[in-house]
């Protein structure tokens, strides 16, 4: 019997679900059981061809509608994802294995926001008029035309959304394609912004690999790329549209700072630590996985985290108890593995977790090295799971300069009483992204993205607007031309 996750097509194009199945199979395993629950194609040329011809052909018509029509299906596409979010939910969690007492608060109802948020924000996209004396300049804030979205696996539906609701909020349509890892959620989003009114081909989704990505973001008719993902992959894809003069948007790692002084109230400061590293059971771009203590509170903090780390609930993803999942893949969990063996190897103290857990399915215990030194592996290297890394210090001055020393800027939290040293120590950090004893919220309302390798541009907030359009400029001369000659 086919499974209730298996899509009806593999692609969304043109308004609808379109099959090729000659492209290469692509299995969707649930992470929770390793079982097989659905299977896609990848997009073969004809299929990448049809979605941008189809694109391009419809973002014009797009365009030319009023910001309040657009605004209006984006934020009726926002309530059906509402209505609809424990079946998204249900889904999200096929996808990535997450559980659904996360998934039913964090990504359809995240994708949603960024629907409502941006539906919000179309009808006010305007430009300024300069006087120049008799003249006068007047500016237009335009789309780009055609954009691509490409994604990571950890939020399928919340990262189609984050891209898509600002590319059209401001008149572009879009090609999506999925992390090939998790390839159902985006294809519901589709579904629904057609549901709420989008005509068809301003969103289409494609699946695939590398190659398909690579193929849409060297295509001459695409505008704007717009990735989430890691450094290297983002590396490549930036040089690939710098070739043909294309906007981006790079959501890339991180390997962020949290740091505690021993003036923080300690169960605020574990519960940011926790949060910071073992929501998606670590497999969030943001992470603290860096967490710096100050000696004074080392012993006690550490105490405190074990015992509440403790309290996770491993298990079945579906059941609403569960607070603790599995690794989205299996290679995922081995790199992960790999990673905690390291930091055995290079001498860290295993608090608690450290290995698989003993059941079906791809769970690694949350797991809590201390003793952690800036050289190892482990604080260097962004892992992607639940391994968080505690790291001593003594001072401010000393724990800045040792936070900055990365190549990764996306994030960053503090934890202290003391609010004066809060905002000191959050303005010397080289990060985008940061938190003031909290971690990890992503409101829609704030900018979100990554200094240094962590990414260029933002999402979220009235700063996507500005990476999703362009301004033209108008002179306008009232009396006669004066030239040289
Ligand atoms: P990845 O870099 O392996 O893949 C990301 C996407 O890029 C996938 O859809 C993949 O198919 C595509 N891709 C790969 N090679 C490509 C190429 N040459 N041209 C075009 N597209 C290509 O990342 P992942 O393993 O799916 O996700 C994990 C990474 O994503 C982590 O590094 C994580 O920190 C990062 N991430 C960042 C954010 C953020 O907002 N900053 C959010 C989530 C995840």
Known sequence: MTHPAQPKASHFINGEYVEDTAGTPIPVIYAATGEQIATVHAATPAIVEQALS??????KAWARMTGTERGRILRRAADIMRERNHDLSVLETYDTGKPLQETLVADATSGADALEYFGGLAASLTGEHIPLGEDWVYTKREALGLCVGIGAWNYPTQIACWKGAPALACGNAMVFKPSETTPLCALKVAEILIEAGAPAGVFNVVQGMGEVGGALVTDP???????????????????????GMKHVTMELGGKSPLIIFDDADIDNAVGGAINGNFYSSGQVCSNGTRVFVQKGIKEKFLARLAERTGNAILGDPMDEATSFGPMVTENQMNIVLGYIEKGKEEGARLICGGKRADMDGYFIEPTVFADVTDDMTIAREEIFGPVMSVLDFDTEEEVVARANDTEFGLSAGVFTKDFTRAHRVIGNLEAGSCFINSYNDAPVEAPFGGVKASGVGRENSKEAIKHFSQVKSVYVRMGDVEAAF
């Open 54 to 59: 189809t694109a391009k052909a419809a973002q």
């Open 221 to 243: 008719r695409v505008d704007k790329v717009s990735l989430t993902g890691s450094v290297p992959t983002g590396k490549k894809v930036y040089a690939a549209a710098a070739e």
